[in-house]
T-cell receptor, first 114, second 117 residues
Framework: GEDVEQSLFLSVREGDSSVINCTYT??????LYWYKQEPGAGLQLLTY?????DMKQDQRLTVLLNKKDKHLSLRIADTQTGDSAIYFC??????????????FGKGTHLIIQP | EAQVTQNPRYLITVTGKKLTVTCSQN?????MSWYRQDPGLGLRQIYY???????DKGDVPEGYKVSRKEKRNFPLILESPSPNQTSLYFC????????????????FGPGTRLTVT
């Protein structure tokens, strides 16, 4: 089955850019998502990208997809203390998860240094 | 307000005592799913449902049951809970895959933290 890998922790200074990386194994994954989980809360969809795209930008968020290397990244510009959370990469073959569900990475804890 | 609700949010129980965690969504979504989140393991899918009376196993279904008698509700049932089911549980819903534009997001509930002693 699909395997999604992320590093567990990332520490950045406030105001710097954060780059969270994710790799996956199934090249037929079509829908790739980034979710944010704040302490004590559920998961919130941040952004998504389709496999026919290389990049997607949404305000401070930039998603890059390298299909050849099966590598997805999330860049957060001008990182703020409110960005402190766990970020999950998730991939699937169908919109909304569908019958196969989504395969999630283990999550990256983003730690903001003042 | 579009949302997924779960109850209870916190539950401490003993081994073998049957329990049900409810999940309800008000978005008329066809697809619903249960995940468990454990430290170092991320989210793993327990069961999912494509529509009323249609359910199927996810990656870690052992020890769990579900039912989908109504579109809005998708309860998770632990017939005989064991300590290895201590976890944080999330319910999620989305439009089904054939729904076209706007069907890409899974909406998650706030989570239910279950402790089995």
């Amino acid at each position: 089955g699909e395997d999604v890998e992320q590093s567990l922790f990332l520490s950045v200074r406030e105001g710097d850019s954060s780059v969270i990386n994710c790799t996956y194994t199934d090249s037929s994954s079509t829908y790739l998502y980034w979710y944010k989980q704040e302490p004590g809360a559920g998961l919130q969809l941040l952004t998504y990208i389709f496999s026919n795209m290389d990049m997607k930008q949404d305000q401070r968020l930039t998603v890059l997809l390298n299909k050849k290397d099966k590598h997805l990244s999330l860049r957060i510009a001008d990182t703020q203390t409110g960005d402190s959370a766990i970020y999950f990469c998730a991939v699937g073959k169908q919109a909304g998860g569908g019958a196969d569900g989504l395969t999630f990475g283990k999550g990256t804890h983003l730690i903001i240094q003042p | 307000e579009a949302q997924v609700t779960q109850n209870p949010r916190y539950l401490i129980t003993v081994t073998g005592k049957k329990l049900t965690v409810t999940c309800s969504q008000n978005m008329n979504h066809e697809y619903m799913s249960w995940y468990r989140q454990d430290p170092g393991l991320g989210l793993r899918q327990i069961y999912y449902s494509m529509n009323v009376e249609v359910t199927d196993k996810g990656d870690v279904p052992e020890g769990y049951k579900v039912s989908r008698k109504e579109k809005r509700n998708f309860p998770l049932i632990l017939e005989s809970p064991s300590p290895n089911q201590t976890s944080l549980y999330f319910c999620a819903s989305s439009l089904a895959r054939t729904s076209g534009v706007g069907s890409y997001e899974q909406y998650f509930g706030p989570g239910t933290r279950l402790t089995v002693t």
